[in-house]
């Protein structure tokens, strides 16, 4: 398995606030569009410079939030589970992404007709287990579909909080061990199932939360979000990590930050399935099973973590 | 009567995923108990392995649908789906006359099928019966098991049925509920007529039809005159009765006597005992009982003013009648359908002083129409509530003090 990280993004050609369909949009406040493209582009040099390669999906007039890359799909393996959007505005993005994931050697994965899934924004994997959540945007039938279809573990978390609409609004995973969440944006259920399988999280203070500091892009070290987040990049910092700010309010106007515009085609750091791919491409030919300790590009768990 | 316990209506619900580690199911049992629900956990499996999914059947309980389809709404929100969520199973009739086998059987409560995912009110409800389901206008209706007809589509089995348990504590009928047991010989009749009186008020104001069924000890106790009140007063929208009761009625209009006994002075009269046959021979020889009216042969009692008054009156036979007066219908399956027909509309139905016509009728209501169930003889009111017409209010005691009273109370004051 090749190590490059590879993001998938979509440049903000027809980026706009052409309807609302979450809170933080209001058509009378529109995006400034060319800042909008400028920060755009700060984002992608910023990822392109941790060594990742940045894969571009062609804009498409009309489409205005396909910029969102995050919300194009789940990525497990070689397959690509295809949103199903919930909102009509964004259902025009459904045969666009199926179109590129095919056409780059992907496996699509359709789920049924009737359900809803908004790819990475609700399906965030932290380790062997599948974090995802549902009822403002995906429905809880397609996690218990997707764990029949993957065979992990997929922890439900219920979102009560419509400014936090996408699971990746409000939870971050960092590593196999360790996120960063928002509380108030869960249930008290969802809060305890986090508090009880992820052995180390970061709180984000409400006012962080609403910079977007959980839409979060991690490779590696290197943890990017947008401006307005001091507080979590000092925790951050604390952890061994390297936080890096962007502004990225023109996308915030939209509901979305740095981990919105991007998807790791590669599957996330944190995503434990990585390291059994990573174990089996060691494997020397003849042995049935991985001998040796298969090695993480991630910060490997320490005291804190 | 049950009357004490709330009704419950259950459905069985699954879920299933890592419903443990991710506190879904104790989110979905804790929805269900501060939504007034009840739950009873009827299958758990536990995943084995971490990332084994576990899997729960649980059984969702309240105490009316509103209650558990707002139950069932909000927990479905957290995968928790109805493992009945199917609509109605049909077969087509195969002969005429008898239902496919593993029919789905009636009660008198209000009924509901699913239909392509749509429930639909089940109409001329009637327990004992099978539903039959018309596809293009989707409708669905009780049909006893005689008049089912070969290729009609019948419910089968208890997929997509649903039962409205009646609400007893509903307001309309909150005069009644002071009497809580099914059969009321010590409570104080006075107040239990003044209140029946109410509902026959009610009743008629609100456009409801008023059944009496009556048996001839109404005659017998010199009942008529009361009974003729109420009909002249408009009380009496449907009167069901036997051979018995009309013949003895003009027996006495024809003899002033009822069995031969005198009803001014309570002396059997000489012959007396032949008075009802020649009654009833007199009417058939005319050609009926509207015939008799018609031509001034019949001029006072029950049947006459039934007549006079457009009363939709059914006399429905039995083996053991003298006759009968050319009205009483012989076939019972015949009179069953009439019945049938006759019921539609009727809200309030006061059954006097006979058991058999009683029962008969109390099989055909659905359980939402008011029973009152006047007889001396406690059995007749406990067989009623016995075979399902729990919506009965029994008052033990003679037809005749009853009656008098009740006329009084709605205050008929014309004779």
Known sequence: MNDTPRILMCPPDYYGIQYEINPWMNRSRPAAHAEACRQWEQLRRILADTGATIELLEPVPGLPDLVFTANAAMIYQQTAYLSRFRHPERQGEEPINARWFSEHGYRVERLPEGYYFEGAGDALFCGDTLYAGYRIRTDIRSHQYISRKTGRRVISLELVDPYYYHLDTCFCPLNHEAAVYYPAAFDSYGQRALRENIPLLVEVQPEEARHFACNAVVVGRRVVTNTGCARLHQELRRLGFEPVETPLSEFVKAGGSAKCLTLRLDGEDAAGWRREAKAADSVPAGLDSPSDTPHFDVPAADGNL | ?415
Request: aromatic share 6%; proline share 4%; net charge negative.
């Open chain 2, 1 to 415: 009567m049950s009357g004490e316990q709330p009704a419950r209506v259950s459905v069985d619900v699954e879920v299933s995923g890592h419903i443990i580690d991710s506190l879904i199911l104790p989110k979905i049992l804790d929805q269900i108990l501060t939504r007034g629900g009840r739950f009873e956990i009827k299958s758990f499996q536990i995943g084995q392995q971490r990332d084994d999914p576990s899997y729960a059947l649980i059984e969702v309980q309240a105490d009316q649908w509103s209650k558990l389809d707002e139950i069932l709404a909000s927990i479905a929100d957290h995968g928790a789906v109805p493992v009945n969520n199917l609509d109605c199973r049909l077969e087509a009739a195969d002969l005429d006359g008898a239902f496919p086998e593993g029919f789905y059987a009636t009660t008198n409560q209000r009924t509901e099928v699913r239909i392509d995912g749509q429930w639909i009110p089940v109409e001329d409800q009637e327990m004992d019966c099978g539903i039959v389901v018309d596809r293009q206008e989707r409708k669905a209706r009780c049909v006893a098991m005689a008049d089912v007809k070969k290729g009609q589509w019948v419910v089968v089995g208890y997929n997509g049925v649903r039962v409205y348990p009646q609400e007893r504590t509903a307001e309309r009928h909150s005069e009644f509920e002071f009497m809580t047991s099914a059969v009321s010989t010590e409570k104080p009749k006075g107040v239990a007529i003044r209140r029946i009186a109410t509902e026959m008020r009610q009743a008629r104001s609100e456009g409801g039809r008023i059944l009496v069924v009556a048996g001839p000890a109404v005659v017998h106790t010199g009942s008529g005159p009361h009974l003729c009140r109420l009909i002249r007063a408009g009380y009496v929208d449907v009167l069901f009765a036997g051979n018995a009761l009309a013949a003895h009625d003009i027996e006495e209009a024809l003899f002033g006597t009822s069995l031969g006994v005198r009803l001014d002075r309570g002396e059997i009269a000489e012959a007396g005992h032949e008075h009802h046959l020649r009654t009833i021979n007199r009417i058939r020889r005319v050609g009926g009982i509207r015939r008799a009216v018609e031509q001034g042969l019949l001029a006072r009692g029950i049947m006459f003013e039934c007549v006079r008054h457009g009363v939709d009156f059914l006399l429905a036979g039995s083996i053991r009648d003298d006759g009968p007066l050319p009205e009483v219908i012989t076939d019972v399956l015949e009179a069953q359908r009439l019945m049938r027909r006759k019921l539609r509309g009727v809200t309030f139905c006061l059954m006097l002083a006979t058991t058999l016509h009683s029962i008969a009728v109390g099989n055909l209501l659905p359980a939402w129409v008011r029973v009152v169930c006047v007889d001396i003889n406690p059995s007749t009111a406990i067989k009623l509530s016995d075979r399902g017409s729990i919506q009965t209010l029994g008052l033990v005691t003679d037809v005749e003090p009853f009656l008098r009273a009740l006329v009084d109370e709605l205050e008929i004051s014309d004779c």
